[in-house]
């Protein structure tokens, strides 16, 4: 079985979308790559009884390589942060997840940025975009994506959900998690009166910090 460990990361990480509230039913999806394959969630499939040999393998055209089930119906998207998006750092983009999480999806219909309400917002970049409204699976939905991605790791797409990137699974997964947690802050503190924000000289510093925080 060809991309085995991103196979079971795939699965993994899939079932982690569920437990974890950022979608529900087969909503959503997520792949990991390596070298010039992508391993992503089939179309349709409930995550709960996902196997890695139920994981479709593409090519970077998106030809099926190995597998039964046909890929997610957001293929278009994957492909084009895989193809054409660039990592602020230059880091390698080696995961992608999609979700339909719940703040993060109001939010999107409601601004055109993220609100700096946290510093944590700096995991994505100097904001969070939200992208133009498309109709799910099109090509005009992977462009508006990659426009709102310029110089960022993640974006909310309108009235749809979010999508973020990441040298990594585990990265990619991190970041989905900041943003629906950055727009349940953002709801909350606005229900309950006006936010004080961060100014983007503050978010700009803390992306810098973030260069060297953790082990290396």
Known sequence: MILADERRAVCEYARRLT?????????????ARSGELIAVTPTGVDYGVLTPEDIPVVSLDGSIVEGKLRPTSEMPMHLSVYTKATDPDGAPITGIVHTHSVHA?????LVDEVPAVHYMLAAIGPSARVARYATYGTEELAESMLAALEGRRGCLLGNHGTITYGDGLAAA???????????????????????????????????EKLRGYGQK
């Open 19 to 31: 437990a974890d509230g950022l979608v529900v039913g087969t909503s959503g999806n997520i792949s």
């Open 105 to 109: 999806t109001a939010v999107s219909t």
């Open 173 to 207: 997964y991190s970041r989905a998690e900041q943003l629906e947690w950055l727009c349940h802050v953002w709801l909350l503190a606005r229900s309950a009166g006006t936010p004080r924000l961060l100014p983007s000289e503050e978010i700009a510093h803390v992306v």
